[in-house]
């Protein structure tokens, strides 16, 4: 019975920060996710699946077609069970969603603003443990009364981005979803929070 509840509270978790955008079908698919780890069994094995299946949700470019050829016809648990390699991948992308996220939270709920583009490793009011995507790469960050924006190099970059270079036009924002990892056309991950759905973006990316 104890088992179950634990299991129960954290699906509660996961819904709670999806809530913070309302994305129902990342909801749908942890619902989906839960139910056939219930069925598998093991705690650590349903959480590997729920953050994979959110990092392929709400993360990755290329999410609709991992998830048509694969965890809609067998389920998560099966379909990660066949393919450990996409589950560390998918991880990986929601483990930095997570992080990229909770700066971008931050910097919304504490009013923080930078005058520019800012490296995560120089920002003190980031988390140690947030200052880094799954790759190992800072972030750049850029927060004002309007936004905050937090821009990971992606998992092909072999360094972290020179944030004093960067930069991310209006267009290129207005065609964003926030509190997702929007994928920009050098393998960099946008995730943007806005501060007021009254204000518009502010010019600032690559």
Partial sequence: MKRYVRITLIVIASVVVFGVAGWFFAVWEVQR??????QGGGLKQLADVLQATVGATLARSDSNLQLEAGASNVGAITYYQKNPQQLQRDK???????SALAIADSGRENGHQLSG???SAAITWIAPSQKTDAWGHTFCVQSDQQQTI????????LSSLDCNTLKVTVEELAQMSQGRLNPHASGALILLVKRSSNRGPTAAAL
């Fill in 150 to 157: 937090v821009v990971s190099p992606g998992p092909q970059a």
């Fill in 117 to 119: 583009w800012e490296s």
């Fill in 33 to 38: 996710a839960f139910e056939s780890a219930a």
């Fill in 92 to 98: 990986k992308y929601f483990e930095t969603w997570h």
